[in-house]
């Protein structure tokens, strides 16, 4: 099937503005008699749920929190891009655009990337519209820090809970309109399948976590907002209700899935300390600003940090990197940590661990200056580690912490599968093989407040509809097929808990096909994850039933999923050999170990169409054509 990404003729600064004024419209008083559902309540959802709502549309969302606003974008800590250059450093709207994609490693559509970057500055004029409490300067101005993979400052931030912040934002928006009759909210439901009548999402098949009653909700499209898959790994910065069920059932209706291989390993988490640990905690990029990060010269070194002399400290960042020094992009850094590591320089009890030190910036700004910017990411360290960063180093390792790849959507945010759009780190649109700090809450904003708004009126003016509502044989034999599941799962009766698999699986993941891959390995963990996808089925202990609140029923659930997805990422894995941005296989690599593309061969997006059970998934792709930048190596030299 071609894949048309319907990107717009046109000069690229023009391209945005010319296809909004294209697209149909729906005039005011028919938005009225659209239905759209919205599903997942992050920045995307929250910020697309209540835009639609504004204009007229009747809103349905769907969250599995008990509160819309618990999704996990609140966690989201740094900050969130955008080119105003109020410091005059020398931003622009096109260096956005720039480092955004040479940032992911070359490997984004140009025209998506671009009008984010325009869009970028209208999401900070409507944040602070909102009342969003971001950071300011002495003189009133809104304060920028700096992120990886950027020589300006150009990271609006609300201390270390811009996340937080800005969903509250969101989320005041959203409760205007459900207070307004506008938008139906239904929290703790968690969507089982999508409704597809004659090629068009028609709605969705959801379970009330609290009863466990299977609902059906029929709409004119349907625009998905569920978050990354990162939780693929077990361990990862995620929260731990994070999953890809809502993506994986939509790829198995028909959308395709675009760059599963595409994760972000983040360099600066919380190493792991013990084997039954389910989560891990992420101190943001922006303490790299003034954080340095280092290792003993000396492999083997294992005298504590204080006792070892500047001269006996490798600052290998800043060694390697000058031009960019502590703030090259994650997957650099996060590889050259790993290397450090494997050479034996690892710090702490088990090696796996730098060290990230803010001692400079105390000694040259004082403490008082550093706990505002960085106060509750230190509090937060040292409730987890018991160790004080004001006075010792941090230490610090890679986790998974992102995935840039995600349903494949056109320029208009929309899927494969007619009238099924998809928001925010669900999609894969704009970050390629890497996505740079502080671009994923810019990313689900600007899907959520200023492009969906758009795409999909040019969708619902365009198109006939039939009458179909939840009553339709295609809703109830959808219901049927997702209960018959949950009653599955609960039947196996064997002998593991559900986390006991999802833990193995993460290992597997982590260990073949996580910050390093190579050929071997990952043959190997897909055999692995299909023999434990087998056990699965015939050894899980899912207790309790299924007509009421049942959480480990839930995680079952999305394990499975995970397991069926994890083998999608290890055929993409193998399939893209050559190494680029998060993607690195080790037989792809120059002399100073850095990721080598191969644009000839793999300059395009990868997208995967589901064939049936146990069977090849056909393999599509989106040729990625420059015409405004040169693909160059990437270096941050
Ligand atoms: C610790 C941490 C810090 C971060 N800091 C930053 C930062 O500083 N800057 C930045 O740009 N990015 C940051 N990120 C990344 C960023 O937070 C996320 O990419 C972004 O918030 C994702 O938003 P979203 O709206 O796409 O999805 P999410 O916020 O993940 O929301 C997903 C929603 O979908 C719902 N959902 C999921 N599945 C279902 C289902 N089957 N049925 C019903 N509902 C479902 C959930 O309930 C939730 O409401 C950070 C990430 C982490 C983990």
Partial sequence: MPLDSKVPGGPLAEKWDRHRFELKLVNPANKRKFDIIVVGTGLAGGSASASLAELGYNVKTFCIQDSPRRAHSIAAQGGINASKNYTNEGDSIWRLFYDTIKGGDFRAREANVYRLAQISNNIIDQCVAQGIPFARDYGGLLANRSFGGAQVARTFYARGQTGQQLLLGAYSALMRQVAAGKVQMYPRREMLDLVVKNGQARGIVVRNLVSGEIERHAAHAVVLCTGGYGNVFFLSTNAMASNVSANYKCYKKGAFFANPCFTQIHPTCIPVHGTYQSKLTLMSESLRNDGRVWVPRNPGDKRSPGRIPEAERDYFL???????????????????????????????????????????????????????????????????????????????????????????????????????????????????????????????????????????????AGRSFSEVNADHQVFKDTARQAQERLRKLLSINGQRTVDDFHRQLGLIMWDYCGMTRNNQGLKKAGTMIQQLREEFWENVAVPGTDKDFNQSLERAGRVADFMEFAELMIVDTLDRQESCGGHF?????????????????????????????????????????????????????
């Fill in 318 to 460: 800043e060694r390697k990197y000058p031009s960019f020094g502590n703030l090259v992009p994650r997957d650099v850094a996060s590889r050259n940590t790993k290397e450090q590591c494997d050479e034996g320089k690892g710090v702490g009890e088990t090696g796996l661990a730098v060290y990230l030190d803010l001692a400079d910036a105390i000694r040259r700004d004082g403490k008082d200056a550093v706990a505002k910017k960085y106060g509750n990411l230190f509090q937060m360290y040292e409730k987890i580690t018991g160790e004080d960063p004001y006075e010792t180093p941090m230490m610090i390792f890679p986790a998974v912490h992102y995935t840039m790849g995600g349903l494949w959507v056109d320029y208009n945010l929309m899927s494969t599968i007619d009238g099924l759009f998809v928001l925010g780190e669900a999609n894969f649109s704009d970050h390629g093989a890497n996505r740079l700090g502080a671009s994923a809450l810019m990313q689900g904003l600007a899907d959520g407040y200023f492009v969906i708004p758009y795409t999909i009126g040019g969708y619902l």
């Fill in 585 to 637: 296989n080790e037989a792809y690599q120059t002399e100073e170990n850095e990721a080598k593309r191969d644009d000839e061969n793999y300059g395009h997006v990868s997208t995967w169409e589901y064939t049936g059970r146990d069977k090849d998934p056909d393999f599509h792709k989106e040729p990625l054509i420059f015409e405004n930048v040169e693909l160059t190596t990437r270096s941050y030299k």
